[in-house]
Structures are given as C-alpha cells and as structure tokens.
C-alpha cells in the first residue's frame, strides 16, 4: 500500500469519526489504489459499493481538508461519479 492510500485512510477516518454515514462508497485514487467508505470502517481495499468517486490524489487531498467542494470538483470534471448519485449527495454534505 503506499503511504499515499495510508494517509489518505487515517484523513478518511478522522473525518468520519463524529459523522454517520448510510451506505458504502470507493475512492478510487488514480494510480495509487482505492479507499472505501462502509458501515463506519474505513480501510484500503478495492470492494465493490454504493458509489465510486475517481480522481487524482491531488484533488481528493483538496476535497478532505476542504479546500474544494465536491460539487464543484465534479462540475468542473475534476471528481468523476460512477453510482448511487443519492449516496454521492450525502457523503458530499459531509465534506461540503
């Protein structure tokens, strides 16, 4: 696993720790490896889910510390969706 993934799932956790979230979700970090989102636990793993967001470790970087909205990632072509765009919205107000 690379230390991007690792970091990126210790910042995952940390952000969830005082949030619920209803579903399970993929963050697919381009050319790195995926995260997922599910039942509380967040670990590295390539599981299949509710919702897959894909984009450069760059722009979720942006998107965790909340540098960048994730609505505004995805209009601009930055954060592809693939999935549940129901899912997508919630775990969006999270980070928004």
Same mark, same amino acid.
């Given at each position: 696993? =690379?230390?991007?993934?690792? $970091? %990126?799932?210790? %910042?995952?956790?940390?952000?969830? =720790?005082?949030?619920? +979230?209803?579903? =399970? %979700?993929? +963050? *697919?970090?381009?050319? *790195?490896? #995926?995260?997922?989102?599910?039942?509380? #636990?967040?670990? @590295? @793993?390539?599981?299949? &889910? $509710?919702?897959?967001?894909?984009? =450069? %470790?760059?722009?979720?970087?942006?998107?965790?510390?909340?540098?960048? *909205?994730? &609505?505004?990632?995805?209009? &601009?072509?930055?954060?592809?969706?693939?999935?549940?765009?129901?899912?997508?919205?919630?775990?969006?107000?999270?980070?928004?």
């Amino acid at each position: 696993m =690379s230390k991007i993934i690792d $970091d %990126a799932v210790a %910042a995952l956790k940390e952000k969830m =720790s005082n949030t619920s +979230f209803d579903g =399970s %979700a993929k +963050f *697919e970090i381009e050319n *790195e490896g #995926s995260i997922v989102l599910s039942e509380g #636990s967040v670990y @590295a @793993a390539d599981d299949p &889910t $509710d919702v897959t967001f894909t984009a =450069s %470790a760059e722009i979720f970087e942006e998107i965790f510390n909340g540098e960048l *909205e994730p &609505t505004a990632a995805f209009m &601009t072509g930055k954060l592809k969706i693939d999935g549940d765009m129901g899912t997508a919205m919630r775990l969006a107000n999270v980070f928004g």
